[in-house]
């Protein structure tokens, strides 16, 4: 369609939604209306009159594992099989975008909408996340990654703003997103409520113009938020091509006027009407059919690689066929908690509960169930008779939902009681927890037996429990987020969630692990963290530097246990010294392999430069220091089991001098340093150069100092005219070496 047949008016029409959930439609020009719909772990389907807190109700549709559960698979394989599957369901529904994943860093764990995003890490995020949209449009249905960016909050999320550095935002924030636009090519980017330094992220020109478009080569169409944009001209020309809802006219009015009076260039609107053609050319979605029952099948599956083993005293788990009485205890093994409250949250076709699986179970193996929502005492009777108990714990919605953040990480008082006043009787207490967010185990993890965390699940979530207690599943799961011990740990715990309409994030680059393992603060569980049924050896670690600035790393897994299982091989890079503040670690590769009893395999992976790199702000650009690295296999980031130390090359760190640059600049610069030290000794009697030699405390002392002060100060004869050469010539070489 060539968009000139389209008057101003229509053209300002197709740049916001036709309803909450549909894109506007051009019948004479053959351009159809296309739907977008919620979300990320299952289809939210509410027709034209949809609300987007998750309050009325929508289509029946699977809800697979949500992104808390995912991360925890540490599986891209078990996000792109959800990916499809949600794609399938889009389709049959008629839905052209799916809205999700949710790509935001976790940033604090009382954040209310941490079940929608995948960790703390950005590689994880990241590559969890390509793979989903990958899966999703391959079934012809278009992602729309959100919430760009740094949308970490929900305490006054509409309007609150992120005040973050730009090194945090490039090694933190951004990441996951970069990762999914350049490995994935999503149909859209959804821009979020909150402001970044100040300004709207719709109406970024610095985010959605110079970085997601011309650094990372994003050719698909900006969406706002719904809701997100105030002013709808500013947010135009900031690249936000499609405003959703849409608000009856009213904006497109606007648009109309801001470019008949000569306020905004018609080329901008032709821009955002031709990615919107695009997107509505591309994304027409072929009818489907799809099993319920199979995508059912396919949630228990998949809920099965997500939950997280975090002990087993003594094996307890997995019940073996000598426990002959089992008690059940907890309100949630009969109404499960299963997914997050918000626009996310999905009309499940299908519910299983924990204790008719377990039932099931129990029953082929001939044990018997009792079940007690609370411990009374009645119950207390069941429970000290038994062989074990299994207590549920969790979360409500009212505890955590989209829309407002929690106040602390314990669990109800009366479940903690429960779980306590259960351990004092029973034989063995496993305890089983179902939580969008981080919950404290410190006021009852040393009383029980065995923990598996099974965040939220799923509408499946109840077999899959089932499957991993009695072992036919071996637990998988990896914390993709800290466990810590306190939330006064925490490395945000002073920033927030911020006041006065800004939240700082001061921690920077040392968020979850980086900051605990920085600060040497124990926590419960380390990011990476999670036990098996059987048993991992990591063997014969190999690392090659492959160029300047990457390297391979090879090494041997085995499973040296007795039962067929999966581990995540979790690589971390370790950088020397560095000229900036960096993590002791950070995740730079992984890998899920699954592995019979006494299986071996051989697992490469190739380390780019980014993976040793951190981004250097004042030359704008990613830069890997001269030096050591260490290359680290970890059972967790807090638990290294091979190690290799390799050198690399690196990029010059000379920096461009000026005469306001510190001495210390001038001095180190390989250029520079040794031509001003000739032209400083020239000047200098056989006495000064002994002083200066023998008493070196003195030059530390000047380091700090701008050389302009330094002259002027020692009144040394080397001309401005000689400095500014060099600095000219520092500029050159650093020019060279980007
Ligand atoms: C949420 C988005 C969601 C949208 C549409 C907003 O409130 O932040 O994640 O996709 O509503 O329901």
Redesign the pocket.
Known sequence: MDIDQLTLEEKASLLSGRDFAHTERIEHAGLASIALS??PHGV?WQGQS????GIGDSVPATCFPPAVAVGSSWDPEVAARLGAALGREARALGISVS??P?LNIKRSPLCGRNF?YYSEDPLLTGVLAAAHVCALQGEGVGA?I??FAANNQETD?MRVSAEVDERTLREIYLPAFEHVVKNAQPATV?AA?NRLNGVHATESSWLLGDVLRTEWGFDGLVVS???AVGDRVAALKAGTDLQ?PGTGGIDDAKVVQAVRNGELDEAIVDDSVRRIVALTRQYRPEPAVHDAEAHHRLARELAGECAVLLKNDADVLPIASRIRRIAVIGEQATNPRFQGA???HITPTHIDTPLEAIQAFADSGDQTVTYAPQLDVQAAEAVREADIAIVFAGLSADDES?GFDREHIHLPTAQVETIRATAAVAARTVVVLSNGGVVSLEDWHTEVDAILEGWLLGQAGGSAIADLLFGAVNPSGRLAETIPLRLQDNPVHLNFPGEAGKVLYGERVMVGYRYYGYAQTPVRYPFGHGLSYTTFETTDLAVTVTGDDCATAALTVTNTGSRPGKHVVQLYIAPGRAPVQRPVRELRAFTKVALAPGESTRVEMPLSRRAFAYYDVEASRWTVAPGEYTVQIGESAARIVAQQTITLTGQSLAKPLSLESPLKDWFDHPVAGPRLLDALSENLTAEQKEQAESQSHLLRMIDSMPIRQFIDFTGLTVSTETLERLAEESRAASAAGR
């Open positions: 919620d979300g939210r949809g609300d987007h807190l809205l999700g949710g929608e729309s959100k919430h999320r959804m409520y938020d719904w809701g959703m918000g626009s996310s989209e």
